[in-house]
């Protein structure tokens, strides 16, 4: 996010907040739809200070961020060692991809309804539609990782003696580690979207829910605290993974 740049970035963001106050000040839009800046910041106070029916701010970011933990940690455990695999062996690929070809293009919240009546209403049923939502990219970014590792490397990791469990630790893994990170970032973004969209749909808690709650009530003041909130959680998610990157792969982008 901060490049050499972030200068332009900040500019354009303050730019934005001015033309929000801008027209609001000049009572351009209904307060109803759009409100100021000053409203916004005013409800988030509030939220932060008193909380939202019944449970503080920090609970309802605790019970979207652990749903969050534990299905992208279901997501890491299993999409990682698969696609390593099916990437190296076509027929694992031939074996897998199918059943995650079919799957893929479905809009997560069209098997919701299965998962809910599978799992029940609870976080069983959200962590799970979670996991399915960050899985295939995942999987797909790390098999085509694999699949792009130069023949004549990993033929001379063999001719060296390596195989099995050190060909992977020691040549496949980290030569695909750059694919891996830039699947775990869509993996993620694709997991966050999710989870609010899950959290709409059947929740008592989490920043999704009270977004939708206030929506109920015409609080436009507190659903754009709560999506600011929500998309400035997403950035700092973002920014983490990015900084693992350039802390685990300092080779990115070069001929290794």
Aim: aromatic share 10%.
């Amino acid at each position: 996010m901060f490049t050499r740049h972030w200068r332009i970035s900040v500019a354009a963001v303050a730019a934005a907040v001015i033309l929000w106050w801008g027209l609001t000040a000049l009572a351009w839009i209904n307060p109803l739809f759009v409100p100021a800046p000053a409203s916004v910041w005013k409800a988030f106070l509030e939220i932060a200070r008193e909380g939202y029916k019944g449970s503080s701010l920090l609970s309802h970011i605790g019970a979207s961020l652990a749903r969050l933990g534990t299905a992208f940690a279901i997501v890491l455990a299993t999409a990682i060692p698969l696609g390593l695999v099916s990437g190296y062996s076509a027929r694992i690929r031939a074996l897998a991809e199918p059943f995650i070809e079919f799957y893929r293009p479905l809009p997560p919240l069209a098997y919701y309804t299965l998962l809910v009546l599978w799992l029940g209403i609870g976080d069983a049923s959200k962590i799970a539609l979670l996991a399915l939502a960050g899985f295939a990219p995942l999987y797909i970014a790390v098999a085509a990782g694999v699949a792009r590792i130069p023949q004549d490397r990993i033929n001379g990791a063999r001719s060296l003696g390596a195989s099995g469990g050190r060909l992977f630790a020691h040549v496949i893994l980290p030569s695909c580690l750059p694919d891996i990170f830039t699947g775990v970032r869509t993996a993620l973004g694709m997991t966050y979207t999710t989870l609010v969209a899950a959290e709409m749909v059947a929740a008592e808690s989490g920043l999704g829910w009270m977004v939708l709650d206030a929506s109920k009530f015409l609080r436009s003041d507190v659903i754009f605290a709560g999506i600011i909130l929500m998309g400035i959680i997403a950035v700092l998610l973002d920014a983490s993974i990015r900084w693992l990157e350039r802390a685990w792969v300092p080779w990115i982008g070069k001929d290794v």
